[in-house]
């Protein structure tokens, strides 16, 4: 069974820095695009940045410039690195992985439970 194990949530004054961690939780065949979503209460999911296996990123604009995705292929895990946090950033942040558990299964998209992210003074 594949699991994506989040880390690094928590609460932060405005202005301050978090970094979360994904881990895939073990040897796969392929992993292709790996990325970070967000949802704060009442509001839909959004994208907050995806990274694909070469390494090619996207971020909301509402990131940009503040969020840095970063992914370790050795270590099957990804990053987020989050500068400059701001109220409006509070949000559960989640993880999704694309991915091929081995050669005999189908493409398909993981996602971690979540871990919550606040930034209040």
């Known amino acids: 069974q594949v699991q994506l194990v989040e880390s690094g949530g928590g609460l932060v004054q405005p202005g301050g820095s978090l970094r979360l961690s994904c881990a895939v939780s073990?040897?796969?065949?392929?992993?292709?695009?790996m990325g970070w979503y967000r949802q704060a209460p009442g509001k839909q999911r959004e994208l907050v940045a995806t990274?694909?296996?070469?390494?090619?990123?996207n971020y909301a604009d509402s990131v940009k410039g503040r969020f840095t995705i970063s992914r370790d292929n050795a270590k099957n895990t990804v990053y987020l690195q989050m500068n400059s946090l701001k109220p409006e950033d509070t949000a559960v942040y989640r993880c999704?992985?694309?991915?091929?558990?081995?050669?005999?299964?189908?493409?398909?998209?993981?996602w971690g439970q979540g871990t919550q992210v606040t930034v209040s003074s």
């Open positions: 999704n992985a694309d991915l091929r558990v081995d050669n005999y299964s189908t493409r398909r998209d993981y």
């Open positions: 990274i694909t296996s070469g390494s090619s990123t």
């Open positions: 073990r040897n796969i065949f392929s992993i292709y695009a």
